[in-house]
């Protein structure tokens, strides 16, 4: 297998709207992937053998992604984070939507469930 790859350094962008406004979910940098994956291992439960063994801690499990990725287009065209305690207050279909398609957009979700997440989300 000696195919060349080919990359776009442009980061990945999706328009949302939220109650009118406009906002962007943003595909992370590696570096802030890897701070999430940080942040998700200090969650985990990890057994005897070094495995994982489930989550701890589900607070703001899904919020904490889409703070990180999710921005609010002012009326300037410039962005501004969205606070993880403002996304928190939103309705749990919305928060998990954006999530999923997140965790697609900066390749955090299962490859063989990418297709699906993208039609979903």
């Known amino acids: 297998m000696n195919d060349e790859l080919v990359f776009d350094l442009t980061r990945q962008e999706v328009p949302v709207k939220i ?3 406009n906002y962007k979910l943003v595909e992370l ?9 940080n942040t998700m291992g200090t969650r985990l439960r990890i057994n ?6 489930g989550v ?10 889409v703070a990180a990725s999710l921005k609010r287009v002012l009326a300037d065209g410039t ?6 305690e403002v996304i ?16 697609v957009l ?9 297709g699906d997440e993208e039609k979903n989300a």
């Open 88 to 103: 928190q207050a939103w309705p749990a279909r919305v928060v998990n939507a954006l999530f999923k398609r997140a965790q």
């Open 19 to 21: 109650a009118g406004d």
């Open 106 to 114: 900066s390749a955090l979700a299962d490859e063989k469930k990418n």
């Open 56 to 65: 701890k801690d589900f607070d703001g499990l899904e919020g904490s992604l």
């Open 79 to 84: 962005v501004a984070p969205v606070a993880q």
């Open 48 to 53: 005897p053998d070094g495995k994982s063994a």
């Open 29 to 37: 940098t590696g570096k802030e992937r890897d701070a999430y994956f």
